[in-house]
Nanobody, 117 residues
Framework: QVQVEESGGGLVQAGGSLTLSCAASGRTFTDYTMGWFRQAPGKEREFVATIRWIDNSTYYADSVKGRFTISRDDAKNTAYLQMNSLKFEDTAVYYC??????????WGQGTQVTVSS
């Protein structure tokens, strides 16, 4: 199974930027998908962005399109989420995940992102 470890959360003012990292280890695959969900207090966990390793295809939630960019580093088995123009409503715990073919989804421990207005 793939293990993922994330980092990079913190406190930032509205309009600022943060970059999250998600490093995969253990059993990795040629074709796997990594990305992030987030969960704000009192709300359901929601999809943020994903990237597919085999063709670099990316998908974003409408709420973050144009502000967030997901990318990868093959050599490090790491995905990155560059978050720009952050808004108060982006405040949440961000959870990285990895999906491999035929394998259960692996989740990171979560990292807090707090945007002050």
């Amino acid at each position: 199974q793939v293990q993922v470890e994330e980092s990079g959360g913190g406190l930032v003012q509205a309009g600022g930027s943060l970059t999250l990292s998600c490093a995969a280890s253990g059993r990795t695959f040629t074709d796997y998908t990594m990305g992030w969900f987030r969960q704000a207090p009192g709300k359901e966990r929601e999809f943020v962005a994903t990237i597919r390793w085999i063709d670099n295809s990316t998908y974003y939630a409408d709420s973050v399109k144009g502000r967030f960019t997901i990318s990868r580093d093959d050599a490090k088995n790491t995905a990155y989420l560059q978050m720009n123009s952050l808004k108060f409503e982006d405040t949440a715990v961000y959870y990285c995940f990895a999906d491999g073919p035929g394998a259960p989804r692996s989740w990171g421990q979560g990292t807090q992102v707090t945007v002050s207005s």
